[in-house]
């Protein structure tokens, strides 16, 4: 009976354990990056491989000099560089007004003009280097790669001569007819990959708590302002993609910030974007309307995909959600398939190329969550030497 008791408390001082070292991560799988560490310590050949890739990237990355929001060279109208500004990308002047405002839409036709303005280049840029650094930290253990994500944090969001101000007035303004729209919301959408980039450095003495919890005090902020402003609530209520990586960064963000019961909220009332969204036979209607329709739809789905890992950790099940007419994920993604791999003809618009490497990500974790050996072959239909090893190290 005594040993008995020996091997339980033993049993459970190791689960205690393997339960503390999983990262504090949202849209990855806290337990996929633990057994990977795990299989990294072990010398996995694979995951070795991938690690080596990540960390020659990182190092990289070592000198890279900080970016900011006050870089770009105009002005928004607030009269400060710390507020984040964009124009819209499918906007273009009136050729029969002297002027040319106010501008028209031309969908899926980018108007180069706004690379003029670098904040959402360089916030997607810092998304990519911390991504890089963060999984360097998680590995190897080496302070010199958290040291560098905690350099290039505080100057994105802490240090008082180039912190962004938690708010998106001024995105995808669109000229001659307004200062910004709620449609720019979706460009902080690397916010809730850089959440889980930081929760990746847990343990590091270069990445403090104190910068940790004050970069989750900014964070609260830009969710105050996500669920209160007029440009929040108006890209709360689109109907298409947009309102589904609305709902993602709102998860996400409350999650990280501790707001539990938000995040199961949102997730419980996304329910019905999936019966404004897909139909019964698995077709987006609102995404093939667009002139890149298949690149759309792919883009909705892999929206939902990431809302449904959100869900799994805040209990919430989306993956095997569906209305009483059939509309769900699993449903989408079967009727998308054929058509990103080009075994059915497309006969919607798609005016630029489209990479079916777009839906790898789908593929991977959807095959995990169904059990569908179709969709582990059409990942693996897709795999080419090397391309996908950060993919698969994070989700494989």
């Known amino acids: 009976m005594k040993a008995k008791l020996i091997i339980a408390l033993l049993c459970l001082l ?20 633990a057994d990977k560490k795990a299989a990294y310590k072990k010398g996995d050949s694979k995951v070795v491989s991938d690690v080596t890739a990540v960390v020659k990237s990182a190092d990289e990355f070592l000198t890279a000099k900080p970016a900011s929001v006050m870089e770009k060279a105009l002005t928004p109208p607030s009269g400060s560089k710390h507020d984040y500004m964009s124009m819209a990308p499918y906007f ?112 590091s003495k270069s990445f403090t708590k104190q910068n940790l919890a004050a970069i989750k005090d900014w964070y609260k902020q830009y969710l105050t302002w996500m669920t209160t402003s007029k440009n929040g609530k108006d890209e709360h209520n689109a109907k298409n993609n947009h309102g589904t990586h609305y709902d993602t960064q709102v998860v996400s963000f409350a999650l990280f910030t501790g707001n539990t019961a938000m995040a199961k909220q949102v997730l419980e009332d996304s329910r019905k ?11 987006q209607k609102l995404e093939l309307e667009r002139t890149n329709a298949l690149g759309y739809s792919s883009m909705n789905l892999d929206g939902w995909i990431n809302m449904s890992e959100l869900g799994d950790r805040a209990g919430v099940n989306l993956w095997d959600y569906t209305t009483a007419d059939g509309r769900g994920i699993r449903k989408a993604l079967d009727w998308l398939l054929p058509y ?41 239909s897709m795999r080419k030497k090397d391309k996908f090893y950060l993919e698969d190290l994070l989700y494989n």
């Open 14 to 33: 190791f689960l205690q354990q393997t339960y503390a070292q999983l990262p504090e991560v949202f849209l990855l799988s806290p337990k996929h990056m």
């Open 92 to 203: 273009w002047p009136d050729p029969a007004k002297a002027d040319g405002l106010p501008y028209i839409r031309k969908d899926g036709q980018r108007n180069p003009e706004i690379k003029k303005i670098v904040d959402h280049e360089l916030l997607s840029n810092l998304d990519n280097k911390c991504k890089y650094l963060s999984l360097a930290y998680y590995f190897t253990g080496d302070e010199k790669y958290a040291a560098k994500v905690n350099e290039l944090l505080k100057v994105w969001f802490l240090d008082a001569e180039t912190k962004m101000n938690p708010n998106l007035n001024y995105a995808q303004a669109v000229r001659g007819v307004n200062d910004g729209r709620g449609i720019g919301i979706i460009e902080t959408r690397s916010l809730a990959n850089i959440a889980d980039w930081m929760g990746l450095l847990a343990g």
């Open 273 to 283: 974007r999936i019966a404004t969204q897909i139909e019964p036979d698995g077709e």
């Open 340 to 380: 990103a791999l080009d075994q059915k003809p497309f006969t919607y618009q798609q005016i630029t190329p489209y990479s079916k490497d777009e839906l790898y990500h789908v593929l991977l974790l959807s095959a995990q969550k169904y059990h569908e050996p179709a969709y582990s072959k059409a990942a693996e």
